[in-house]
């Protein structure tokens, strides 16, 4: 199994900034690749912005590219979201996945607000 943990959400105006962090602890190894969903009320959950191992690439929704940027730190099994120019409408509910052969781990979540 693998365990997430996501922090670093919170309250932000609209036009700043927060970076996310997800700690992934377990069978790590067997990962290959771990991403960023957002949920908001109402909505269903969507793709934010993702890396995979398997061909050392990231990858960001449309609606984020140019703001939003996706990093790992290997020594530390840690996936950042730097989300930088945040609108009012991407309050959500934050929330990290890895992925495995067969498998995917979700975390608990994280709560960004953005005031307008």
């Known amino acids: 199994q693998v365990q997430l943990v996501e922090s670093g959400g919170g309250l932000v105006q609209a036009g700043g900034s927060l970076r996310l962090s997800c700690a992934a602890s377990g069978r790590t190894f067997s990962m290959y690749a771990m991403a960023w969903f957002r949920q908001a009320p109402g909505k269903e959950r969507e793709f934010v912005a993702a890396?995979?191992?398997?061909?050392?690439?990231?990858n960001c929704a449309d609606s984020v590219k140019g703001r939003f940027t996706i990093s790992k730190d290997n020594a530390k099994n840690t996936v950042y979201l730097q989300m930088n120019v945040l609108k009012f409408e991407e309050t959500a509910d934050y929330y990290c996945?890895?992925?495995?052969?067969?498998?995917?781990?979700w975390g608990q979540g994280t709560q960004v607000t953005v005031s307008s």
């Open positions: 890396f995979s191992w398997s061909v050392n690439s990231t």
């Open positions: 996945n890895a992925r495995l052969p067969g498998m995917d781990y």
